[in-house]
């Protein structure tokens, strides 16, 4: 995979997918509407968070439905106002986004001084955030398979896998070839391939700060996510918290192997 290629890869994520992707409206309920009120309005929408304004249109904050149960009187006092820690703009990228959503669990969209929409942790169900997920996943893929090449060729690859694993690149490559596609040998080996050799790399573990046994046990549950997203038509089958998890590990290894790969080539 060339430098062009991959640098397209990365774009569609670092800049491509944004958190207007999976905005919602938000919806407003009068400031002077009692908390009982609320709490019916709120659990009749399967709603967690809702705005509140006043008379004049005026947006004052919002409410939580934990911050309501068990009171009484009216909304008015128990508002939380749309700060900063709450806020992004619409251009903010999704990767961004998932970060403050993991944790504040709800954000709000602003756009020319207005709250525009907002984004919860349901809204990681949404296809945009399995396009973004994949898409990490894959790049990571790309230049696992590159920094392999700076020091294995195909002639030896059948020293770094087992023997069944082997011949299913080799159908894959035999396949592809068929096709007149440009391609190597080790292109075609799989991602938990491409990590059982990794994890026989001392430097490279050095590298991204994990020891084996962690790298093993990260990609491991990269890849069972990964494989989830590709054969599932429902993201909703994965855990939330897996695919946070996930996410925020290939993001924090991604510069790390980066930064490898380069190095391996200026060594070569």
Known sequence: ???????GIKKIFESNLTVETIKEEIE?????????DAIV???????????IKNRENLQLGFVHINTLEGQKGKVVHYITKFEHQFLITEDT???ASIRLIKKHNHLFLLNKNQISGIVTRADLQKMPIRLLAFSMMS???MIFSAIIKT?????YLAKYINLNRYESAKRIFNERMKRNEAIDLISCI?????????????RFLEKIGLSKKQFVREMKDMIDIRNEIAHSQKIETINDDSLLNALEFV??????????LREQKLER
């Open 1 to 7: 995979m060339n430098h062009i290629s991959l640098v």
């Open 28 to 36: 407003y309920i009068d400031v002077e509407l009692s908390v009982d």
């Open 41 to 51: 309005y709120l659990k009749t929408r399967g709603f967690d968070v809702v705005g």
């Open 93 to 95: 990228s999704l990767l």
């Open 139 to 141: 790049y990571l893929e």
């Open 151 to 155: 020091y294995i060729d195909d002639n």
């Open 190 to 202: 799989q991602l938990a391939d491409q990590r059982d050799i990794l994890a026989k790399n001392p």
């Open 251 to 260: 993001e924090q290894i991604l510069q790390k192997t980066e930064d490898f």
